[in-house]
């Protein structure tokens, strides 16, 4: 089955600087990889996702990019606000698994003003 | 979007007992899931609900622990069966809408 790996578990950033979290994968056969912000209490929310036919994806301040030779993806938060500091999951599913997802371990943010 | 609730959104439970989890979608969907997070944690799948047919358990999870119902399109129960301290989690239901998926708000499960 798919075993999905994420680092670093923490990241302290100082206010303004960018954020990188990187995963990767093991089964060649996943084709989505969707990123989740979860706040202290709160549910995951989906803050952006990438499907294997593209490289990179952005939206605002966060992006995601994607090598499917190399099985990793990351995502990248630019210009960090204090209201970035979350626990953030990237996850992986096939066509085959459409809404199985294997979740990475997760990152705490920590952005600090 | 899908507008996914739970009930109940905590519970404490004396071990030996069972609790049952409601999920409610607002709209149809053919897609909804079952996932744990104990404390700290990562969210893990434990299964797929089926719309008219049993669910599809993952590895380490099975039905007689986690019985599960789909009635219809948009509603699931999810049961946690004879409670020991281990289930203490969050339980969040799941489910698929506009090409994404939603996550329901969790029910916090706490056994003594």
């Known amino acids: 089955g798919e075993n999905v790996e994420q680092h670093p578990s923490t990241l302290s950033v100082q206010e303004g600087d960018s954020a990188v979290i990187k995963c990767t994968y093991s089964?060649?056969?996943?084709?989505?990889f969707p990123w989740y912000k979860q706040e202290l209490g709160k549910r995951p929310q989906l803050i952006i996702d990438i499907r294997s036919n593209v490289g990179e994806k952005k939206d605002q301040r966060i992006a995601v990019t994607l090598n499917k030779t190399a099985k990793h993806f990351s995502l990248h938060i630019t210009e960090t606000q204090p209201e970035d500091s979350a626990v953030y999951f990237c996850a992986a599913s096939s066509t085959d698994s459409w809404g199985k997802l294997q979740f990475g371990a997760g990152t705490q943010v920590v952005v600090t003003p | 979007s899908a507008v996914i609730s739970q009930k109940p959104s905590r519970d404490i439970c004396q071990r030996g007992t069972s609790l049952t989890i409601q999920c409610q979608v607002d709209?149809?969907?053919?897609?909804m899931f079952w996932y744990r997070q104990q404390p700290g944690q990562s969210l893990t799948l434990i299964a797929t609900?089926?719309?008219?047919?049993?669910?599809?358990?993952e590895s380490g999870f099975v039905i007689d622990k986690f019985p599960i119902s789909r009635p219809n399109l948009t509603f699931s129960t999810l049961t946690v069966s004879n409670m020991s301290p281990e289930d203490s989690s969050i339980y969040l239901c799941?489910?698929?809408?506009?090409?994404?998926?939603?996550f329901g708000p969790g029910t916090r499960l706490t056994v003594l």
């Open positions: 089964d060649s056969a996943s084709n989505y």
């Open positions: 609900a089926n719309q008219g047919s049993e669910a599809t358990y």
């Open positions: 799941s489910a698929e809408g506009g090409n994404e998926q939603f």
């Open positions: 709209s149809q969907v053919t897609m």
